[in-house]
């Protein structure tokens, strides 16, 4: 596994991003039971992530995390598992998370912003693995997912009390 983490705000570095994403990447990786593979995670602010969303989704706002992944890995069938990544090519893709919205966020859910980091972390991953939230029964088994893999870091379920706007 190989976590490449490219910190675009400083503040990133105080959070320990580069940390948190190399625990929720491993976290990932061994609920599915995956190895070999990489990803990019790009530590930015409101006003990067605003232009990227603009970019890339049509959105000119502020996110919280956004995930591009190398290759389409969704599944076809509402809530249908996505097939796994092609063991030839260990790029999964690459993620942008914002500090400002992330913040916002925990403090409005009263989340630690570690906590919040590494959901966010490990919902982009799953985006990069070709989970989505966008029909129902895919949004149920990312979610799923979601929870079990925090569960087994020891955090709690993030969706327990707030469907917070994750966008990926």
């Given at each position: 596994m190989t976590v490449d983490c490219m910190i675009e705000d400083p503040r990133w570095t105080v959070a320990g991003l580069e940390d948190l994403a190399g625990i929720a990447t491993a976290a990932v990786f061994?609920?599915?039971d995956l190895q070999g593979f990489e990803v990019c995670i790009m530590g930015c602010d409101d006003a990067r992530i605003a232009i990227l969303n603009a970019d890339f989704r049509g959105k000119p706002q502020p996110t919280n995390v956004l995930s591009w992944p190398s290759d389409e890995r969704g599944a076809t069938t509402d809530g249908a598992t996505p097939a796994p990544p092609d063991q030839t090519d260990p790029e999964l893709g690459d993620i942008a998370i914002s500090y400002d919205t992330c913040a916002l966020e925990a403090r409005e859910a009263g989340k630690t912003m570690a906590d919040h980091t590494t959901h966010l972390v490990v919902h982009g991953i799953l985006h990069l693995l070709g989970y989505d939230h966008v029909?129902?029964?895919?949004?149920?088994l990312m979610e799923g997912l979601e929870i079990q893999i925090l569960g087994k870091l020891g955090l709690a379920d993030p969706y327990r009390d707030d469907r917070s706007h994750l966008d990926g």
């Open positions: 061994d609920y599915l029909r129902d029964a895919d949004a149920t």
